[in-house]
């Protein structure tokens, strides 16, 4: 992944030094993958056994990734595991594949509680999508947040997104809005959208927009987009519940 745009909010919500802590260390030791520098998939069935002596508490919440077949949402999965980009054996995806990717927060507060939160991404196949109606309609019950992916190539696809969010933010609940993102996936690849469209997105629908390329996933990239997306979950936590 490459570069990222100045985001809208400073991060002061959650003390994103504290990862390179030993305690810190202690959590990423029970969520990453043994032998490698990668976050694991728990899979529904499985839990990370954590330190309970510092994760204090679990929020989990739920992600789903629309945009086009081919626009990168698979990979984007992948990049934020902090594995490999690969090219080898990509298929569209068929029906929802849902990776749980759990990660740390320390809360910036006196106390400095430490929390896990288990993101459960909903990675809807497009092709399927279209097909069956009922997987529009639960991919978005209960949901959190919303990242939207669009390909640096697809000119269209960018200028259809708008219509798209707010067709999407019609079909939940008014009083649990979700949070949406954008991401612009294949920044390495011949680019007809550029740094200047998204400033102007950003701006003009006080929504954040990302661009990025899967093509350099690397788990330090992976922790950067982690710790946004943490922020701005609880971030809206904090405002659903009044305390912001
Ligand atoms: N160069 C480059 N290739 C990418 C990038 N993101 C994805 N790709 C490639 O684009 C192809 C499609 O990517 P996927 O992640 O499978 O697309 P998807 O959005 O999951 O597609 P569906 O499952 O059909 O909805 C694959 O061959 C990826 O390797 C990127 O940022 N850069
Ligand atoms: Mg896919």
């Given at each position: 992944m490459a570069t990222l745009i100045v985001d809208d909010h400073p991060t002061a919500l959650l003390d994103h030094q504290w990862l390179n802590s030993d305690q810190a260390l202690e959590c990423l030791k029970a969520i990453k993958e043994r032998t490698e520098n990668q976050l694991r998939d728990?899979?529904?069935l499985f839990n990370p056994t954590l330190p309970h002596s510092i994760v204090t508490k679990q929020y989990r919440y739920k992600i789903l990734l629309v945009g086009k077949t081919g626009c990168g949402k698979t990979s984007l999965v992948r990049a934020l595991m902090g594995k490999e980009f690969s090219?080898?054996?990509?298929?569209p995806t068929l029906g929802i594949q849902t990776t749980n990717i759990y990660w740390p927060v320390r809360i910036n507060?006196?106390?400095?509680p430490v929390f896990m939160f288990r993101l459960d991404f909903w990675d809807v196949g497009h092709t399927s999508s279209t097909r069956f109606d009922y997987i529009d309609k639960d991919s978005v019950d209960s949901l959190d947040m919303i990242i939207f992916v669009v390909s640096a190539a697809d000119r269209e696809g960018f200028n259809e997104l708008h219509r798209l969010i707010e067709e999407k933010q019609s079909q939940c609940s008014p009083s649990r809005r979700f949070i949406s993102l954008v991401f612009i996936t294949k920044f390495d690849q011949y680019p007809v959208l550029t740094e200047n469209d998204a400033n102007e997105f950003q701006t003009k629908y006080n929504i954040s927009v990302y661009l990025l390329s899967n093509a350099y996933s690397t788990m330090r990239l992976a922790t950067g987009y982690l710790n946004l997306i943490s922020e701005k979950l609880y971030r809206r936590d904090l405002e659903l519940t009044g305390q912001l």
């Open positions: 728990f899979s529904l090219t080898l054996n990509s298929q507060q006196s106390t400095k």
